[in-house]
């Protein structure tokens, strides 16, 4: 390194060093030096030629450091959480029986796989040490697939199997490898303590932070990919769970990789893209549609690192959301948070060719939000016509540095008048409340409309509508609907419910120009996520499928699946399938409609 450093004497005994009364000044000096260094932590890579052995040698020291001035503690969790915490990996899949209900006839076979986080050794992390203290963030955790195989044999009976299987990225195979946890969290707490835990985690593993790959799975080309957006998507045998390796699109993209990215409609080429905390801070590429070649990259050119999780496409466009929560490397090194929603913030909308560039973006401003889920885009005459689940205040990461957490997520989940976006309130008071939203955004004249399309009675994200209406003009959503109670008395977010949206029937019952929305509302303590619409093989309509979704029924502490019809939406579900094992809360599910092989299942659901 060419850049100024600060030598550390460190004391290697075998107890804990203790703590002078001159250690403020120590850590103002500390802090003086990461920051001429963090040009190169910007680079998120360390290159050092040297023998391997000595490498090995240095890195067990660097081990040794980290044992003795780091302590890990686990995160607790209320009784109200439990069904947060990580589960163990079944050895084998297991025979479903139990099922209420008839999975219907017309039902397409196939995979209904879920996404999620389930941490290693026992649950999420904090630490503590000299330099302050660092916490992993309630989406953090290694990614977890639970799937759900429908294969119809040839008498029209169903055979049910349900296997779980971790995501093994490198960083999984790293820590379980030691054995246990290793990786310093790096996101929330301390600003001294999160800079030593990206010096530490980089010298001792070439990396960061660890590869989650925790929230989504998608398919292109016939493969299948787990992706979270700190890092590029892993490839799974979807019949095995196995991880095959990272998908760098042979070699072409060597970035973050969005959690959403999008088929474009009539090409059938997957619409992606980057986020990351150093410039270009965002870019945007376009694969082919067999999955071979990046045919286009291209670099933004945005002056933040805006932490947009999804990404839109129209037939023509694709649609970047710019909103007020940052990645900021520079606010951390001085003192504030790495990721901060900021009330006041600009909020934009991008609106990019397919194949344009960052001069080709027409920018739309709007009013500040938090928008992490796209309903759908579509080009209606000059307008380009985006619907969301919007936000005035943001889930991730919480707190500032982490500060009572368990107090903020119960404010802001609370649901009350303050939801009502007329009332004037401060940002200590804004709610974590998701409406659905419109904004209509005119390529000719710059024009810019935007309103609600529900009200305040529940709060909604997770979206999903019928995968064939990607980008092109849509009659349905559907989302899953916070229960705002239980989410308060347990500080962390429950779904107790899903929505049906009909964008073009109007809801009579309320004096805004709202759409007609219907609820599927489960029982007292029971608990959705990873929501997916399946479409009738043979359907005529748009809305002609089913929502297949896991549920938890935190009384009983029993898992299911359930399969609600959408042209009956408020009726209840003509299939309950019960699972033998728990299945944690997690993100986004898919149902992959594909020939299902047999599967190799014990019986003992025991």
């Known amino acids: 390194m060419q ?82 915490a990580p589960v163990d990996a079944l050895r084998e899949a297991v025979l479903v029986t139990n099922i209420d209900g008839e999975i219907p006839e017309d039902f397409p076979e196939g995979v209904y796989i879920r996404n999620g986080p389930n941490p290693l050794f026992g649950g999420l992390k904090s630490t503590k040490s000299m330099f302050g203290s660092s916490n992993h963030i309630w989406v953090e955790g290694e990614g977890m697939l639970h799937a759900l195989y429908l294969k119809k044999e040839t008498d029209g009976s169903w055979n049910v199997v349900y296997m779980n299987r971790h995501v093994e990225s490198e960083t999984f195979k790293q820590e379980k490898q030691r054995n246990r946890s290793s990786f310093l969290p790096a996101i929330e707490g301390d600003s001294l303590a ?29 493969k299948f990919y787990s992706v979270a957006e700190n890092h590029m998507p892993q490839e799974i045998d979807i019949f ?61 050119k945005l002056s933040r690192c805006s932490l947009c999780h999804e990404i839109g496409v129209t037939q023509r466009y694709n649609v970047f959301l710019d909103y007020p929560l940052s990645i900021d490397l520079t606010r951390l090194a001085f003192g504030g948070p790495l990721i901060k929603y900021e009330h006041e913030g600009y909020a934009k909308i991008g609106i990019m060719p397919r194949y344009g560039d960052a001069d080709s973006v027409k920018w739309f401003d709007v009013e500040p939000n938090c928008t992490f889920h796209i309903i759908n885009c579509f080009e209606d005459g000059d307008e ?134 219907e609820y599927h509302k489960f029982e007292e303590n029971i608990f959705c996520t990873g929501g997916a619409f399946v479409p009738k093989g043979r359907g005529v309509e748009e809305d002609d499928g089913w929502i297949i979704t896991f549920l938890h029924n935190e009384d009983t502490n029993i898992s299911q699946v359930y399969i609600i019809d959408t042209k009956k939406f408020t009726d209840e579900p003509v299939a309950e399938i019960t699972l033998s094992h728990r299945v944690p809360y997690g993100f986004h599910g898919a149902f992959m409609s594909i020939p299902v092989q047999t599967q190799k299942a014990s019986r003992n659901e025991s």
């Open 3 to 84: 850049s100024s450093y600060l030598k550390l004497q460190v004391n290697c005994s075998l107890q804990k060093p203790s703590i002078s009364h001159n250690f403020d000044h120590f850590k103002s000096r500390l802090s003086s030096a990461f920051k001429p260094l963090l040009g190169e932590l910007q680079q998120l890579s360390l290159r050092i030629s040297v023998p391997k052995t000595i490498k090995n040698s240095f890195v067990k020291l660097l081990d040794v450091f980290v044992d003795q001035m780091f302590e890990f503690v686990d995160q607790p969790l209320l009784p109200s959480q439990r069904n947060f």
């Open 194 to 222: 999160i800079l030593s835990a990206y010096l530490l985690n980089l010298l001792r593993f070439g990396k960061i932070n660890k590869y989650i790959s925790n929230t989504n799975i998608f398919e292109h080309a016939g």
């Open 240 to 300: 095995t769970l196995e991880t095959l390796g990272n998908w760098d699109v042979n070699g072409a993209w060597s970035r973050p990789f969005t959690s959403h990215p999008k088929k474009a409609p009539g090409t059938g080429e997957l619409v992606i893209m980057g986020v990351d905390a150093t410039k270009p801070f965002v870019e945007i590429g376009v694969i082919s549609a067999d999955g071979d070649k990046l045919v286009h990259h291209v670099d933004l």
């Open 384 to 517: 380009v016509i985006v619907w969301g689940c919007r936000a005035l205040e943001s889930i991730i990461p919480g707190p500032d540095l982490g500060l009572n957490k368990f107090e903020w997520f119960s404010k802001k989940f609370r649901h009350a008048e303050l939801a009502d976006e007329s009332v004037d309130t401060s940002p200590d008071d804004v709610p974590l409340f998701s409406r659905v939203y419109e904004w209509r955004l005119n390529m000719q004249n710059g024009d810019v409309k935007e309103r609600n399309l529900s009200g305040t009675k529940v709060s909604m994200d997770f979206p999903m509508i019928n995968g064939g209406y990607t980008g092109i003009k849509n009659k349905y959503g559907y989302t899953q609907i916070v229960d705002s109670i239980a989410s308060s008395a347990s500080g962390m977010p429950k779904y107790g419910g899903l929505a049906k949206l009909s964008f073009e029937e109007p809801d009579n019952t309320e004096s805004e120009e709202l759409i007609k929305v």
